[in-house]
């Protein structure tokens, strides 16, 4: 069965250090990749996504995601962590030719100390 | 201003009471869906539709019914609701498909009783 794994529930950063919050895919070809983020009492704003091409992507605040074909993985990495990136990420897949059904992700929770 | 809108934002009900929960987007998308969030569970999305009078099933789609007719609104109707479908409702757009960037509505915290 496809299916979209964050292993983190809970991540703690200092604000200033560096992130890396995980996700990996089981599909059988190379899906959209997508990461939202949920801010307190928000919908989901969309980050960055990954279609094709260039395995680097650059998002919105900072962020940046790689994608690994080898290790189904698109991990989503920041340099600097701000108090104001505490929020719920979740990764998102949808395939190509397939299912218009997109698969999320059970969500990180990402807590900043001062 | 591009966004989605749901009313209302906060619901309390009775089991068995029908319940609509509106969603509108002025951005002229064709794809529109309906989510619910639970602790632990993320997103599962509950319907979706491709276009006007165009919908299909989700992950989730027992106890929900939905329709479009036109390309702005897609309501969630809860015909019996149960304290199960207590959660967290999005909605949510996209220009084609769920292949392109989603807008989400704000939520409907909804509470059956």
């Known amino acids: 069965a496809q299916s979209v794994t964050q292993p983190d529930i809970h991540i703690t950063v200092s604000e200033g250090a560096s992130l890396e919050l995980r996700c990996n895919y089981s599909?059988?070809?190379?899906?959209?990749l997508f990461w939202y983020v949920q801010s307190p009492g928000q919908g989901l704003q969309l980050l960055l996504k990954y279609f094709s091409g260039d395995t680097l992507v650059q998002g919105i605040k900072g962020f940046e995601a790689e994608f690994k074909r080898s290790q189904s993985s698109f991990n989503l990495r920041k340099p600097s962590v701000h108090w104001s990136d505490a929020a719920e990420y979740f990764c998102a897949v949808a395939l190509s030719g397939g299912s218009y059904i997109p698969t999320f992700g059970r969500g990180t929770s990402l807590i900043v100390h001062p | 201003e591009a966004q989605v809108t749901q009313n209302p934002r906060y619901l309390i009900t009775v089991t068995g009471k029908k319940l609509t929960v509106t969603c509108s987007q002025n951005m002229n998308h064709e794809y529109m869906s309906w989510y619910r969030q639970d602790p632990g569970l993320g997103l599962r999305q509950i319907y979706y539709?491709?276009?006007?009078?165009?919908?299909d099933k989700g992950d989730v789609p027992e106890g929900y019914k939905v329709s479009r007719k036109e390309k702005r609104n897609f309501p969630l109707i809860l015909e019996s609701p149960s304290p199960n479908q207590t959660s967290l409702y999005f909605c949510?757009?996209?220009?084609?498909?769920?292949?392109?960037?989603?807008?989400f509505g704000p939520g409907t915290r909804l509470t059956v009783l």
């Open positions: 539709s491709m276009n006007v009078e165009v919908t």
């Open positions: 949510a757009s996209s220009l084609r498909s769920s292949y392109n960037e989603q807008f």
């Open positions: 599909y059988g070809a190379t899906p959209y």
